[in-house]
């Protein structure tokens, strides 16, 4: 697969930047944070996204087998917590907008176990990662490969 182009202007890369890391920042668990950029990069096909979460995410000690059972997490028995699935369900709904909008139940589910701001967080995360990802397989730029 060749790249289309490697560049990508400085201010959209600074300005997407910067709302990834308030984003996960203000959802103040970094860890779910990578799981739920991992699920959306997953979703997307995105192979750099992917390579650089999936180690970002195994430096914050988080385990190879719940990584891999990120899609199966409703049958994983306790390996993912509530608020886990939650999160993770509406990173599915979000990033895949089938029904035209996210379901309400998926949003409630989520609002049980986020506060509002934490809520509002989360569906930043969960925007900037599809943002990137849409940036990087539209780019086809493989793992490793310049961000930038």
Same mark, same amino acid.
């Given at each position: 697969?060749?790249?289309?182009?490697?560049?990508?202007?400085?201010?959209?890369?600074?300005?997407?930047?910067?709302?990834? +890391? $308030?984003?996960?920042?203000?959802?103040?668990?970094? =860890? @779910?944070? %990578?799981?739920?950029?991992?699920? &959306?990069?997953?979703?997307?096909?995105?192979?750099?996204?992917?390579?650089m979460h999936l180690d970002v995410t195994l430096e914050h000690g988080e385990s190879p087998k719940r990584i891999a059972l990120l899609d199966a997490r409703e049958e994983?028995?306790?390996?993912?917590?509530?608020?886990?699935? +939650? $999160?993770?369900?509406?990173?599915?709904?979000?990033? =895949? @907008?089938? %029904?035209?909008?996210?379901?309400? &139940?998926?949003?409630?589910?989520?609002?049980?176990?986020?506060?509002?701001?934490?809520?509002?967080?989360?569906?930043?995360?969960?925007?900037?990662?599809?943002?990137?990802?849409?940036?990087?397989?539209?780019?086809?730029?493989?793992?490793?490969?310049?961000?930038?």
């Amino acid at each position: 697969m060749t790249p289309r182009t490697t560049h990508l202007d400085r201010g959209v890369a600074s300005a997407m930047s910067a709302l990834s +890391a $308030a984003a996960k920042k203000g959802l103040g668990d970094p =860890v @779910l944070a %990578e799981l739920v950029m991992v699920r &959306a990069s997953q979703i997307n096909a995105c192979a750099f996204c992917l390579d650089m979460h999936l180690d970002v995410t195994l430096e914050h000690g988080e385990s190879p087998k719940r990584i891999a059972l990120l899609d199966a997490r409703e049958e994983a028995g306790d390996l993912f917590s509530e608020r886990e699935r +939650a $999160a993770l369900a509406l990173t599915d709904a979000v990033t =895949v @907008l089938t %029904e035209g909008s996210v379901p309400d &139940a998926v949003y409630a589910k989520a609002a049980e176990h986020f506060t509002e701001g934490e809520l509002a967080h989360l569906l930043g995360v969960i925007t900037a990662i599809n943002s990137w990802n849409r940036l990087m397989v539209s780019r086809r730029i493989a793992p490793g490969g310049p961000a930038w």
